[in-house]
């Protein structure tokens, strides 16, 4: 019997639909939680592993550690996205979570930044081939008209993955942080057990089932094709127009959003500056207001991806996504001129709200693109493969930091002292991340080519 769309969508799902959701679910908070972790951790790895170069070329090795981990990511959704539609969403979902849980800890083991460079290129793997994977498994096993909101929470579940990855690194705030990133790994490799349960009860889901059965008859219906996804027009639109609404979230995201912290860094460190404390104290308070950063973030993520499911299923998938991308840029400029004192961590609150509920729309609008057999690979591509252009973004601001930066320095004074320096490349990174934030309009030129879905089935042959 077909539930009642009138209910609440949680009163909708019965005894399995709500375990295919927890372990979707899981899934990708354990992803999101690992890449967070990354994020706090990264800085600290890199010094540990490369202490011999100089601070400069440090910060370039950063760049390139978050650069090669989005390029893996990107190629782990191309891979596994094919995968999930040929061989199954609950089979390929296990190997992907074992993959990213392994190589995460491996991370921690890493003697050179050679070997920290590999690991993280594949635990990016297997983190790209999360999403796409976990999405379709939900939106093929739950009714219809529980979908969209479903997916809308298993996106905004995403925060608290990355809200308890800034727990975890408060709790090590007092631990040497050339020390504590290796614990941070520690803790990534943990949902590899999740692997046990998606093994032995999860089922692959009916629509599937049906999909690979029809496949077998008629041999242009092929599962995970990307022949198909790009031979056949009315699926090669949106898997073009999908991606690059995707890369512009993204670029925001990992490029600009989630260097943000530079400057609340900068900030905590002038506010402890005149409190006469020792180096260590020093250190250690920046290391839990950079992870206090990090909770309210994904706090205001979360509100913001519950209120744009909300808004989306009331107002329709387009118009929120407009309203979303001009947030997104407007709260980005703002927090990047703006943030200047610790008290000003409320503003990474609205940056999360602005920059993350975009990612809700993702989970919700893109498997309503593609038919049961392309689902997994169209919904991957278009999330993760738009991660090679992403990743560039890091490396991108961090040239145009060096570039306005030395522009800046070389127009001070002779007389200039090391502070006036450090201010003048402060205020370069935040004409950086300024001019970055343009990127938010590509995904409005997308929207332009792609359809309403509010209120449709997802598209069948």
């Known amino acids: 019997m077909s539930p009642n ?100 800890g491996l991370s921690s083991f890493a003697t050179n930044i050679g070997q920290f460079m590999a690991y993280r290129a594949l635990t990016g793997l297997g983190v790209g081939g999360v999403f796409g994977l976990a999405v379709a498994l939900v939106a093929d096993a739950l009714p219809e008209s529980a979908r969209p909101k479903a997916l809308g929470m298993l996106q905004a579940l995403s925060a608290v993955g990355n809200v308890t990855a800034g727990v975890c690194a408060m709790s090590l705030s007092g631990v040497d942080p050339l020390v504590s990133w290796k614990y941070l790994f520690w803790i990534g490799s943990v949902p590899a057990f999740l ?50 609404l995707c890369v512009a979230a993204v670029v925001g995201l990992w490029g600009i959003g989630f260097f943000s912290n530079k400057l609340v860094g900068a900030a905590i460190a002038d506010s402890l500056a005149g409190q006469n404390l020792s180096p260590k104290e020093i250190t250690t308070a920046k290391q839990w207001w950079s992870a206090a ?51 000003d961590i409320w503003m990474s609150f609205v940056l999360g709200v602005c920059q993350l509920s975009l990612f809700a729309g993702f989970a919700i609008y893109l498997p309503e693109l593609f038919p049961t057999r392309l689902r997994s690979t169209g919904v991957s591509f278009c999330y993760n493969v738009g ?30 002292d090391a502070a006036m320096k450090a201010t003048a490349e402060l205020n370069a990174f935040r004409s950086a991340g300024c001019y970055m934030s343009a990127v938010f309009l590509l995904g409005l030129i997308a929207l332009i080519f792609l359809p309403e879905t509010k209120g449709k089935p997802m598209p069948e042959e």
């Open 387 to 416: 991660r090679f252009i992403a990743a560039s973004g890091p490396v991108t601001l961090g040239v145009l930091q060096s570039a306005i930066g030395k522009k800046a320095v070389a127009a001070l004074p002779a007389t200039a």
């Open 293 to 343: 950063n990090l909770i309210v973030l994904n706090i205001g993520a979360f509100v913001g991806m519950i209120a744009f499911s909300k808004a989306a299923h009331r107002f329709g998938r387009k118009p929120v996504f407009v309203v979303a991308f001009l947030a997104a840029m407007a709260a980005t400029i703002f927090f990047y001129q703006k943030f200047n004192t610790r008290n």
């Open 5 to 104: 769309p009138n209910l609440p969508w949680w009163k909708q799902l019965n005894g399995y639909h709500w375990f295919v959701f927890t372990v979707a679910s899981l899934a990708w908070l354990f992803d999101c939680l690992d890449q967070q972790l990354f994020i706090l951790a990264r800085d600290n790895a890199v010094k540990s592993l490369a202490s011999s170069e100089t601070s400069l070329r440090q910060g370039e090795l950063s760049g390139w550690a978050m650069s090669i981990f989005i390029a893996g990511w990107a190629t782990g959704g191309l891979i596994f996205g094919a995968v999930g539609d040929r061989v199954g969403r609950a089979k390929t979902l296990a190997i992907t979570v074992l993959i990213y849980s392994v190589f995460t």
């Open 195 to 244: 692997c046990i349960f998606i093994m032995a009860r999860l089922k692959e889901p009916e629509k599937w089932l049906a999909a690979k059965a029809t496949s077998r008859i008629d041999s242009t219906k092929a599962m995970g094709s990307y022949a198909s996804l790009f031979g056949e027009a009315r699926w090669r639109k949106p898997a073009i127009f999908g991606m690059f």
